[in-house]
């Protein structure tokens, strides 16, 4: 027994280490089905246009083999007769606030990992709650069920990585709880590529060297890990065995640790200047977003998907953080040049701003600083939040993603400072 709800309320029960991870199932479709009752029980899929990929599907759905990341085309294919709807992702972040509100109301401490999914640490709550762990999980996932209408399912185990391989095995819709101290006996006998961290290749390479379980992945040698997966090998090992034991980041958790945006092209193409174009529009979307939340980034990143479906991504640390319009612009440029000497047709580029700092740094001393951005970058955000993306256009970026051939054809105010700006279109009365 590791809880009891009389006697003396001290000892391992009560210090226990117990970390409970909840996912939400097929969040984006289920939230669409809250939102509309009539999608309830039929295939629902949430996704980008035609050219784009599946974001979410119903079990409904997934029964006729429609899996996340596959393209819209095949699902079409294989499940003609599903709902297709466009993501709604205002929405999203509605329900996801008042799911995390919910978890937070069981332990302060909350760690987000994504919209749908985080982990909750209820170690030391069993006397606040004068219940068992697991039923308090239980009831944690049942609020959510009835206040917000959608399922979730949940994990409660002795460490992050354990609870996350627990909620994985009670999906959908299902609570697992692992007692710590047996929990590697279950764990450790399911394939190596369950355990989060070990993608497909980790997993081929591992198993071409005998290691198929989280069992063996626990016992192998160190020098072999270290061989087979350089230095996340020995880490592995120890997250295998249970021995590592990452804590819950509450208030960093809720931090956002990257900014991204990817697009899919209407069409395959190898008019690169379009890309460029489409590139430079994204990396300025991202930039004004971390301008927004007054941060700042070390690491600008590109990702190239191929007509092929070859992916090839790239990234540049930076010597400090920015938020800069012009120096994210010039990296995405850098890498842009970079990463398409393939001459290949290109379908989807997405442009990812990760080490995200605080933005701390200060040009001007007799300047107080917002860390929103240079002068030049505030006005440029001001403009666009009011009147549209769209009516402030950066030299070399038009509209359309492609790249705009003389300064002269175009409205030039602001020229001078490195952008155009058309006649601002004001909404009408
Ligand atoms: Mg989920």
């Given at each position: 027994?590791?809880?009891?709800?009389?006697?003396?309320?001290?000892?391992?029960?009560?210090?226990?280490?117990?970390?409970?991870?909840?996912?939400?199932?097929?969040?984006?479709?289920?939230?669409?089905?809250?939102?509309?009752?009539?999608?309830?029980?039929?295939?629902?899929?949430?996704?980008?246009?035609?050219?784009?990929?599946?974001?979410?599907?119903?079990?409904?759905?997934?029964?006729?083999?429609?899996?996340?990341?596959?393209?819209?085309?095949?699902?079409?294919?294989?499940?003609?007769?599903?709902?297709?709807?466009?993501?709604?992702?205002?929405?999203?972040?509605?329900?996801?606030?008042?799911?995390?509100?919910?978890?937070?109301?069981?332990?302060?401490?909350?760690?987000?990992?994504?919209?749908?999914?985080?982990?909750?640490?209820?170690?030391?709550?069993?006397?606040?709650?004068?219940?068992?762990?697991?039923?308090?999980?239980?009831?944690?996932?049942?609020?959510?069920?009835?206040?917000?209408?959608?399922?979730?399912?949940?994990?409660?185990?002795?460490?992050?990585?354990?609870?996350?391989?627990a909620t994985n095995l009670a999906k959908p819709n299902g609570l697992l709880y692992l007692d710590p101290a047996r929990s590697h006996l279950?764990?450790?006998?399911?394939?190596?590529?369950?355990?989060?961290?070990?993608?497909?290749?980790?997993?081929?390479?591992?198993?071409?060297?005998?290691?198929?379980?989280?069992?063996?992945?626990?016992?192998?040698?160190?020098?072999?890990?270290?061989?087979?997966?350089?230095?996340?090998?020995?880490?592995?090992?120890?997250?295998?065995?249970?021995?590592?034991?990452?804590?819950?980041?509450?208030?960093?958790?809720?931090?956002?640790?990257?900014?991204?945006?990817?697009?899919?092209?209407?069409?395959?193409?190898?008019?690169?200047?379009?890309?460029?174009?489409?590139?430079?529009?994204?990396?300025?979307?991202?930039?004004?977003?971390?301008?927004?939340?007054?941060?700042?980034?070390?690491?600008?990143?590109?990702?190239?998907?191929?007509?092929?479906?070859?992916?090839?991504?790239?990234?540049?640390?930076?010597?400090?953080?920015?938020?800069?319009?012009?120096?994210?612009?010039?990296?995405?440029?850098?890498?842009?040049?970079?990463?398409?000497?393939?001459?290949?047709?290109?379908?989807?580029?997405?442009?990812?701003?990760?080490?995200?700092?605080?933005?701390?740094?200060?040009?001007?001393?007799?300047?107080?600083?917002?860390?929103?951005?240079?002068?030049?970058?505030?006005?440029?955000?001001?403009?666009?939040?009011?009147?549209?993306?769209?009516?402030?256009?950066?030299?070399?970026?038009?509209?359309?993603?492609?790249?705009?051939?003389?300064?002269?054809?175009?409205?030039?105010?602001?020229?001078?400072?490195?952008?155009?700006?058309?006649?601002?279109?004001?909404?009408?009365?």
């Amino acid at each position: 027994m590791w809880c009891s709800n009389s006697g003396k309320k001290t000892g391992p029960a009560y210090s226990q280490r117990l970390i409970l991870h909840v996912d939400a199932d097929a969040f984006f479709v289920s939230v669409e089905q809250v939102l509309r009752p009539e999608l309830a029980g039929r295939p629902v899929i949430v996704g980008g246009e035609d050219r784009g990929v599946v974001s979410s599907a119903s079990y409904e759905a997934r029964r006729f083999g429609v899996r996340s990341a596959m393209p819209i085309v095949h699902a079409r294919r294989i499940c003609p007769h599903a709902v297709f709807l466009p993501p709604n992702f205002e929405a999203y972040k509605a329900f996801s606030s008042r799911m995390f509100a919910i978890m937070g109301r069981y332990s302060p401490a909350v760690e987000v990992t994504s919209i749908d999914e985080g982990y909750v640490d209820l170690t030391g709550t069993l006397r606040l709650h004068g219940a068992p762990l697991w039923e308090v999980a239980s009831r944690l996932l049942d609020e959510i069920r009835s206040t917000l209408g959608i399922n979730a399912s949940g994990g409660l185990a002795g460490s992050k990585t354990a609870a996350k391989m627990a909620t994985n095995l009670a999906k959908p819709n299902g609570l697992l709880y692992l007692d710590p101290a047996r929990s590697h006996l279950m764990l450790g006998r399911l394939p190596v590529g369950a355990m989060p961290g070990i993608g497909e290749k980790a997993q081929h390479v591992l198993e071409a060297h005998g290691i198929s379980t989280v069992g063996d992945l626990a016992a192998a040698p160190l020098q072999l890990l270290r061989r087979l997966l350089g230095r996340w090998g020995p880490k592995a090992a120890e997250i295998a065995s249970g021995k590592y034991g990452s804590p819950v980041f509450c208030d960093e958790g809720r931090a956002q640790k990257s900014y991204s945006m990817e697009r899919t092209l209407d069409r395959d193409t190898t008019d690169y200047a379009a890309v460029r174009g489409l590139v430079r529009k994204l990396a300025e979307k991202v930039a004004a977003k971390l301008r927004a939340d007054g941060k700042a980034a070390w690491t600008i990143g590109l990702k190239v998907r191929y007509a092929d479906f070859t992916d090839v991504s790239r990234s540049m640390s930076l010597r400090r953080a920015t938020n800069s319009n012009l120096e994210i612009l010039a990296c995405v440029e850098e890498l842009f040049n970079k990463t398409i000497s393939r001459r290949s047709p290109i379908r989807q580029v997405g442009v990812r701003i990760s080490g995200i700092d605080e933005a701390l740094f200060q040009d001007d001393l007799f300047r107080p600083y917002s860390g929103k951005g240079s002068d030049l970058d505030q006005v440029r955000d001001m403009i666009r939040g009011k009147f549209g993306f769209e009516t402030v256009r950066v030299s070399g970026c038009t509209a359309s993603g492609a790249v705009i051939p003389s300064p002269s054809k175009g409205p030039l105010l602001g020229s001078r400072l490195g952008f155009t700006c058309p006649e601002a279109k004001r909404p009408r009365a």
